[in-house]
């Protein structure tokens, strides 16, 4: 019989469960529809199980009626979405995850001193956007160790660094000893900006990656905490799939495997892991042990605009 390695902590982390549970009591406070800007957390089964109960997803804020309601994704935006639904007469309600907001306040702080902004994370993905747009003119994309390598900064003035949250901790440190290295000046903010949820992730997956055969990761693939924990598990050795459910599984997967890994990211609602513990005992995975290295209990308050409403349903 085999066995399975429950990772945790594992899952929603404080700064999703905020973003969800917004748009969930703006739903019923104002009634449908309430639009969102963006995917409210990459997570696809948490998108349609909001659409299902009446929110709309939209792209952008400009494609939001004037005077509806709109919530702002976990990820954060750059300042001219402000401009543009206060020009629409919308109804905002600010998802960003608290951790989110730290980095941006620590960009325009470090743009307001006059520094150059190093900022590590990856292009296109929503959080970069946003952060990026607090002082475009002096932030600087790198993305990778062989970008740290290369990069040219400009000789005058303080230069800064600020990180996206969700990113790898080894490669963000890899990076971060290469530029120090090429600019010995460079100045981090107070604290790191990789939140704490992706820290204790990837700590929980290097744990158990060496006890297990395959590991799989519960999480959609515009997940950037989710990716993580898959090449967390690949850098151990061990094989490692990124799966939105059980109905993603391919059975070769776990053929001659013995004890099989389960995490999932912080945007992946803990029902598809239980969906995966049955589905992995039917296969004779049968025995479940949960591998916990830190107990988490982060809460953040929730949005303006919704926090005098009555808890949630069950």
Same mark, same amino acid.
């Given at each position: 019989m085999g066995k399975v390695l429950l990772a945790a902590p594992r899952g929603y982390c404080a700064g999703v469960d905020r973003a969800v549970e917004a748009v969930e009591r703006a739903l019923v406070k104002h009634g449908t529809p309430v639009y969102v800007r963006k995917q409210i957390v990459h997570n696809l089964h948490v998108v349609k199980d909001l659409e299902a109960k009446g929110a709309i997803f939209v792209e952008e804020e400009t494609e939001v009626p004037e005077g509806a309601v709109v919530v702002l994704s976990a990820h954060g935006v750059a300042p001219e979405v402000y401009a543009n639904a206060a020009a629409r007469g919308l109804q905002v309600i600010d998802a960003t995850c608290p951790l989110v907001t730290k980095?941006?306040?620590? /960009? =325009? =702080?470090?743009?307001?001193?006059?520094? *150059? @902004?190093?900022? @590590?994370?990856? !292009? &296109?993905?929503? #959080?970069?956007?946003?952060?990026? &747009?607090? !002082?475009? #003119? =002096? *932030? @600087?994309?790198?993305?990778?160790? $062989? $970008? /740290?390598?290369?990069?040219?900064?400009?000789? *005058? &003035?303080?230069?800064? +660094?600020?990180?996206?949250?969700?990113?790898?901790?080894? $490669?963000?440190? #890899? @990076?971060? /000893?290469?530029?120090?290295?090429?600019?010995?000046?460079?100045? &981090?903010?107070?604290?790191?900006?990789?939140? +704490? !949820?992706?820290?204790n992730r990837q700590d929980a997956v290097k744990v158990i990656a060496p006890r297990v055969d395959v590991m799989l990761v519960i999480?959609?693939?515009?997940?950037? %905490?989710? %990716?993580?924990? /898959?090449?967390?598990?690949? #850098? =151990?050795?061990?094989p490692a799939y990124l799966v939105d459910d059980d109905g993603d599984v391919d059975p070769a997967w776990l053929e001659g495997a013995e004890v099989v890994g389960l995490t999932s990211g912080a945007s992946a609602p803990e029902w598809l892991v239980a969906n995966m513990v049955i589905f992995l005992a039917a296969r004779g995975f049968d025995e479940l042990e949960e591998v916990t290295v830190v107990e988490e209990g982060v809460r953040f308050s929730l949005p303006a605009g919704v926090r005098t409403l009555p808890l949630r349903p069950a």
């Open positions: 980095v941006h306040v620590e /960009a =325009r =702080r470090f743009a307001s001193q006059g520094h *150059t @902004i190093v900022l @590590i994370g990856h !292009a &296109g993905h929503e #959080e970069v956007v946003g952060t990026t &747009g607090q !002082a475009p #003119e =002096r *932030t @600087i994309l790198v993305q990778s160790p $062989e $970008e /740290a390598r290369t990069v040219q900064l400009p000789d *005058t &003035g303080q230069i800064s +660094y600020l990180t996206q949250t969700t990113l790898s901790v080894d $490669e963000t440190e #890899e @990076i971060l /000893a290469l530029l120090r290295e090429r600019f010995p000046t460079l100045e &981090g903010p107070p604290s790191d900006d990789i939140c +704490y !949820a992706t820290q999480g959609s693939q515009n997940s950037s %905490n989710s %990716n993580r924990l /898959a090449e967390v598990s690949k #850098e =151990r050795g061990t």
